[in-house]
């Protein structure tokens, strides 16, 4: 009995298959990776080899929503993974609304695309920036007190990198907190 020879797709073939099944303009995916139109069009014809670098690969993966690994340049990440447990709850929104990364990416001002993929990625936390929180929010039909305790636990790590310590602060903190909670939430 024969078996079958499985032979391993080229990356560049995987990206040019990827973008036709879905309907995806080369411009759309350069700006989503952070690479210019050409690169991904030279990329495609293999007039360039497929990227080595780390960031690169991560992002492709990102938008194809495929393990970076399934990539052969594919080696260790040359930046550290931020595990977010904002960025798990994003992502189980994404599953709940049964929203692509492309879909959501696409919901977003071109400008901040790539942005969104880096933190996806676990290469950025979330934004600090309340409205851009907002923004992912309402694109994933989350609950206004769901953003809030993103933006709240963001903001207490934003205060702790800058040497505040937030116990030692607490009635401070949770003043300034609950003063931003009714503002916020009934401007919602």
């Known amino acids: 009995m024969k078996t079958k020879q499985i032979i391993p797709q080229k990356s560049s073939e995987k990206v040019a298959s990827f973008l036709t099944k879905n309907a995806l303009h080369k411009r759309d995916f350069a700006e989503m990776i952070g690479v210019t139109l050409s690169y991904v069009y030279n990329l495609i014809d293999e007039t360039v080899p497929f990227s080595t670098r780390g960031t690169t690969i991560e992002r ?105 310590n937030i116990y030692a602060n607490s009635e401070l903190v949770n003043s300034m907190f609950d003063c931003a909670k009714k503002y916020i939430l009934k401007n919602n």
């Not at 851009?132 to 809030?148: F, R």
């Open 60 to 164: 492709i993966a990102t938008v194809m929503e495929v393990e970076p690994d399934e990539f052969e340049e594919y080696r260790i990440p040359q930046e550290p993974i931020l595990i977010d447990e904002a960025v798990e709850t994003i992502k189980e929104y994404m599953k709940e609304n049964k929203l692509s990364i492309i879909s959501f990416l696409k919901s977003f001002p071109r400008r901040k695309r790539l942005d969104v993929v880096d933190i996806l990625r676990g290469a950025l936390p979330v934004p600090i920036d309340y409205k851009e929180l907002q923004l992912i929010g309402k694109t994933l039909n989350m609950p206004s007190e769901e953003v809030y305790s993103i933006w709240e636990n963001r903001m207490k790590q934003a205060l702790q990198s800058a040497g505040m």
